[in-house]
């Protein structure tokens, strides 16, 4: 059943991804002041949203774990921050591509940059805690860690909000601050970047599962 949804989503990104790029380059206008640059905003924003959205993951499964000490679940949280990870990555590095020609530079100490490149870093020690075959005490520090961790994720959120910030707010109490056509496309890469995670979580759960089974397979020939 797994793998046919597995197959079922990578038919539907098939169709979906290259529609968005589509959406992305010819449907929403190019930005008055910032021209073709702002067009990075949708990929930086769909990265941004998936990495958030695998560390939520990563705290609730986190938690599951400490209950219930089931293994598949602490699979379910080591790949979902792998992906996160990568997508968080994906946001460090197309953030200056968009804000150098805005901004002048390439790195500001800006209060979401900064949350944000420590959320990365936490989640780097997060896999690091986890990898290598890790003992079931490895395994509990790293869901507590994980747990602990998350805190920093609502601080990525409301960085730009709370304290003073150079970063755009696109959604506000007043709604949100793009046309009609802008809004479309960054509705549609959010939409199929969530895919493209599930899709990948998927992926990875199974091949960990996979390496689970060749390590016990393994033990019981030397044995």
Do not use: C
Request: glycine content about 6%; overall charge positive; charged content about 15%.
């Amino acid at each position: 059943m797994r793998q046919v949804r597995t197959s079922l989503l990578l038919w539907v990104l098939v169709v979906l991804l290259p529609l968005n790029i589509y959406i992305i380059f010819n449907y929403a206008p190019v930005e008055k002041t910032m021209g073709v640059v702002q067009k990075v905003f949708y990929f930086h924003v769909a990265s941004a949203w998936i990495g958030l959205l695998a560390f939520v993951v990563v705290f609730l499964s986190s938690i599951l774990y400490l209950w219930n000490r089931e293994e598949r679940v602490n699979r379910l949280a080591f790949a979902s921050a792998e992906i996160g990870t990568i997508f968080i990555s994906g946001t460090l590095l197309t953030g200056p591509l968009w804000a150098y020609p805005i901004w002048n530079t390439w790195w500001t100490w800006d209060p979401r940059l900064t949350t944000t490149l420590v959320l990365w870093f936490m989640y780097v020690a997060y896999i690091a805690l986890q990898g290598g075959g890790a003992t079931e005490t490895r395994k509990r520090l790293a869901a507590v860690y994980g747990i602990i961790s998350f805190i920093n994720v609502p601080l990525v959120f409301f960085s730009a909000r709370w304290w003073r910030s150079i970063h755009p707010i696109v959604v506000s109490g007043e709604g949100i601050g793009l046309d009609p056509k802008m809004r479309l496309a960054m509705f549609a890469s959010l939409g199929t970047f969530s895919l493209l995670y599930a899709y990948l979580l998927s992926l990875r759960v199974k091949t960990l599962e996979l390496q689970e089974r060749i390590k016990v397979l393994r033990a019981e020939v030397d044995s």
